[in-house]
């Protein structure tokens, strides 16, 4: 049984910083691309960064610089370092496989820039 188990959102400040992680079980982790993905209340989930297996990254142009994916294979984990937040980045993240798969998706975790 596939799970992916987002954590690390909360409330943050514009300017602050947070870090994501997104544990896998139930399939062979290392040799699957992965992504984070975001949803804002109304608008279309979208992808936000990706790591291939090999290690190389990509980056929705919003996010360019402010953001940085890793993953650890040891641990199934995929993280997303948030810094430089901004009220826009206010979503849901979710982490999947790249592309995704449908029955893959967890719950995700709310991320909420306010002052």
């Known amino acids: 049984q596939v799970q992916l188990v987002e954590s690390g959102g909360g409330l943050v400040e514009p300017g602050g910083s947070l870090r994501l992680s997104c544990v896998a079980s139930?399939?062979?982790?290392?040799?699957?691309?992965m992504a984070w993905y975001r949803q804002a209340p109304g608008k279309q989930r979208e992808a936000v960064a990706s790591?291939?297996?090999?290690?190389?990254?990509y980056y929705a142009d919003s996010v360019k610089g402010r953001f940085t994916i890793s993953r650890d294979n040891a641990k199934n984990t995929v993280y997303l370092q948030m810094n430089s937040l901004k009220p826009e980045d206010t979503a849901v993240y979710y982490c999947?496989?790249?592309?995704?798969?449908?029955?893959?998706w967890g719950q995700g975790t709310q991320v909420t820039v306010s002052s």
């Open positions: 790591i291939i297996v090999g290690g190389r990254t």
């Open positions: 139930g399939f062979i982790f290392s040799i699957k691309n």
């Open positions: 999947n496989t790249s592309p995704t798969i449908n029955s893959y």
